[in-house]
């Protein structure tokens, strides 16, 4: 039976990833060495690094002034990473989820936070979006694509102060106007790579300053200046990415992606509207991801979610159960799920309606 992966992360790759790096673990460009026990000095690695840097530059257009850098820590890492090198003073936050929450905190040890909006009182379930941020703020920081709720902001917003953004579940996903921000970063793991490596693109002229020392691990300009080579990067996360970046191009680039994705999440939203089983968690047709599709049992239709998750289980549906916090289901559609995967999972659901009908 063919599995469908709908996990949030770590989460399906193109199969072209998956097989080039299979083949680079037994015999890495030619060396008759395997791509893990090279150094990541010698030629071939280096050549790795350069072509993933490029590749992130041509496939999102990154206009001059920016670098990309590829670490180890996660978006998690990041959280304090950006506060360390960009906070001042003050620094705004748009709190859309649990890892925007989870950002603030470690701004907080860095100075004043101010959080310009919530939706914690709806489960985050909607984007908010009166709000001002405060002219005299360092950044603002957004979580673009909220992985647990499903909710995503899908368009790249003016901002009156450097515009930071935690892209962890859709960078890729779409064209992006870097020109809008000043920082981007997340971790590979959910449309990119395996889990290990984290990205970061940073305009250059926003570093420098902050008046506290900055521990050299920590600090942008120790990445910048070396390439991503300070020390040892992870090589082979590091690798597959630039796996899924040619697959990406040869699909047709970003616009393909996009176009990829809002139609398998027509199906999906689709099939959750029509289905008088299920509704989704999200309303704001504006505020669904093209990402993470979260839905659960209509109220009258309660009890019957464990049925639903084993019957959709034994027709090859694997890793929609929703986060604990929302509960009920959640389809994860990033760019390496095939169509079929998500019409396969709506026939599942009409199929189970018949059943109950
Ligand atoms: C998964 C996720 C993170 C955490 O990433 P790690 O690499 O595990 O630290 C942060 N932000 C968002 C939006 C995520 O989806």
Redesign the pocket.
Known sequence: MKVHNFSA?PSVLPQFTIEETAKAVKNFAGTGLSVMEVSHRGKEFVAVMDEAQAMFKELLNIPEGYSVLFLGG????QFLMVAYNLLNKKAAYLNTGA?ANKAQKEAKLFGEVVEVASSKEAVYNYIPKDYEVPADADYFHI?T???IYGTEIKHDMDCNVPLVA?M??DIFSRPVDISKYALIY??A??NLAP?GV?FVIVKDEILGQVEREIPTMLNYRTHIDKDSMFNTPPVLPVFAALQTLKWIKEQGGLEAMQKMNEEKAAILYNEIDRNPLFKGTVVNEEDRSLMNICFVMNDEYKELEKEFFDFATSKGMSGIKGHRSVGGFRASTYNALPKESVQALADCMKEFEAMKK
Not at 74 to 77: F, L, P, V
């Open positions: 992360g996660g978006a998690s890492t890892w979580t694509n909220n992985t935690d962890s579940s997340g971790g793991q959910k889990a984290t």
